[in-house]
């Protein structure tokens, strides 16, 4: 029953972002939106962490499942990648340290706030 209630509760984050973001005409993805939703949701401890432990686990294990249709995406667009592969190497690296560096500032805020 746990984990129907877990799975409940993320979908019901997913959907709710999903409609916020068809509101806002898709300017950022609903997913992400849910996300977000989530988290906040957590931090505020609106919804307990062990509702949604046993699933997120789950999620985390199977997470290799999740990449499958991206790289079959990436293979099929073989040719557009091949003609621009270093403004795609230079984005990703960019991008990949724009993200760790943001990251690290949030966690050390939230530990900070704790303390």
Request: hydrophobic residues 55%; glycine residues 10%.
């Amino acid at each position: 029953m746990k984990m129907v209630k877990g799975i409940f509760i993320i979908l019901l984050f997913y959907f709710l972002g999903q409609g916020i973001s068809y509101l806002m005409s898709g300017f950022v993805p609903g997913s992400i939106i849910g996300m977000i939703l989530l988290f906040l949701s957590l931090y505020f401890k609106a919804i307990k962490p062990d509702y949604v432990q046993d699933v997120a686990n789950a999620f985390t294990r199977n997470m290799a499942i999740f990449f499958i249709p991206a790289g079959a995406g990436l293979l099929g667009s073989y040719g557009l990648i091949s003609k621009f592969w270093m403004s795609i190497l230079i984005i990703c690296s960019v991008s990949t340290i724009l993200v760790i560096v943001v990251v690290a500032i949030v966690q050390q805020r939230m530990e900070g706030k704790k303390r």
